[in-house]
């Protein structure tokens, strides 16, 4: 339910409210917030709420003052583990400077100013994702260890299947807060899982992706694990990622994937934006070093390839029912900013959709990426200091992004 500021003040009397989080994320995507009381709200609508930016990863190089958040009443959801009586919210918020000036480095407003970019070309995305984590094991202290909870494997169920009752929390915990997932289901790793999201606007969609991480490591420890979002965890076993499936619709049509046969060039110039960009967005999608000791193994992609069945392969486009057109990338780990991520998919999709691109030919004749294919086909970069260097190159990323958001990464 989205809510205005008026039926967010009601609210607060209504269910009891105590506090109020005002959420937001530094530059790499880690969550933050400052915890304000009900009273303070109509002050925090009209002028936000201070911080300190210098303590703040990837802020501090531009600003070492006080920045201001700002309260989005549409984000408003409970904090369902917190207490029944003295209510505990959480409100998504805008970063300003002092002067009310958006900040540029607050990726959220990156994110919405790359939806209404595309919105001016005439078309809207929606965003599907599925997130992998693996839980581990506590040791007497209650620290975590690289224990897996189980030795289960794809789809397994109980009683190998030892995450169930947690991935079956998670996703009522979710619900609770307006969130809906549509499957959950063990992975291949050992203790690892994996849950799915509906298709969303992008901005939902990352403020869900940020939730979720949230939620899992909450409910993971309530359980007397660890939740890990590592993109590898455990040596010689799968990674985690972050699939992210893309839509393209014509503005004013309905927030579902096109099925408009008519749209199908569009819908693939997308994809072959992404595909084409897909080098000089690695550092961003793909933002640590252990991210690429997951990329080219358990059938994380490598190459820059597509395949329409192939689930090693960089974009799948997927034949569904009621000939659905949607792209799922499969490289992005879940340690990516979600909101850096989906307003660079958009740039570069649109991209591809402007200068009418075509996808090479598909490989689904090869069952996996073989040693022919990539000698064939251009690859992902191979380290995060290849990935620090193709960016810093890219024409396309310094067109898009902000000079600040790059050199957080590239000093990082």
């Given amino acids: 339910m989205k809510y205005s500021k008026d039926e967010v003040i009601q609210y607060m009397q209504e269910e009891d409210v105590k506090f109020i989080r005002l959420a937001f994320s530094d530059v790499f995507g880690n969550q933050k917030n400052i915890a304000i009381m009900p009273d303070e709200l109509p002050h925090a609508f009209e002028y936000g709420i201070p911080f300190d930016a210098a303590a703040i990863p990837g802020f501090s190089e531009i600003s070492d003052g006080d920045l201001f958040l700002h309260p989005e009443p549409d984000t408003l959801m409970p904090l369902p583990w917190r207490p029944e009586h003295g209510r505990v919210v959480q409100m998504m918020s805008t970063i300003t400077s002092p002067d009310g000036a958006p900040f540029v480095s607050d990726t959220r407003s990156y994110l919405r100013k790359a939806i209404s970019f595309a919105a001016e070309k005439g078309y809207t995305f929606t965003i599907g994702q599925e997130m992998e984590f693996y839980l581990f094991k506590l040791d007497e202290t209650g620290k975590p260890t690289s224990i897996p909870c189980d030795e289960a ?13 947690v991935r079956r929390e998670i996703c009522l915990t979710l619900e609770q807060m307006g969130i809906r997932p549509v499957s959950s289901h063990h992975e291949e790793g050992p203790g690892q899982n994996v849950v799915d999201f509906r298709f969303a606007d992008p901005l939902f969609a990352a403020d869900h992706a940020q939730v979720f991480k949230r939620v899992v490591k909450t409910v993971a420890a309530r359980n007397g694990l660890s939740a890990s979002f590592s993109p590898k965890p455990l040596e010689n076993m799968p990674g985690n990622g972050f699939r992210i499936h893309l839509s393209l619709n014509p503005v004013g049509l309905s927030l579902t994937p096109s099925t408009s046969p008519t749209e199908s060039h569009t819908f693939l110039s997308m994809a072959a934006g992404i595909l084409a960009n897909i080098r000089a967005m690695t550092l961003l999608l793909n933002p640590s070093r252990e991210s690429y000791l997951r990329l080219g193994n358990h059938k994380a992609p490598r190459t820059l390839s597509w395949s329409k069945d192939r689930r090693s392969h960089l974009i799948r486009i997927p034949t569904v029912p009621g000939n659905t057109m949607c ?86």
């Fill in 327 to 412: 792209a799922e990338l499969r490289s992005p780990d879940p340690l990516a900013n979600p909101y850096l991520a989906l307003a660079l998919l958009i740039y570069a999709g649109i991209d591809g959709v402007e200068k009418k691109l075509m996808l090479p030919e598909a490989a689904d004749a090869l069952p996996s990426v073989s040693d022919a294919l990539l000698r064939q086909c251009e690859a992902l970069p191979a380290s995060y200091a290849e990935a620090c260097d193709v960016a810093a190159s890219s024409a396309f990323i310094n067109a898009v992004l902000p000079k600040e958001i790059l050199s957080a990464y590239l000093h990082r």
């Fill in 153 to 165: 494997g794809y789809m397994d169920i109980a009683p190998e299947d030892r995450g169930e009752n």
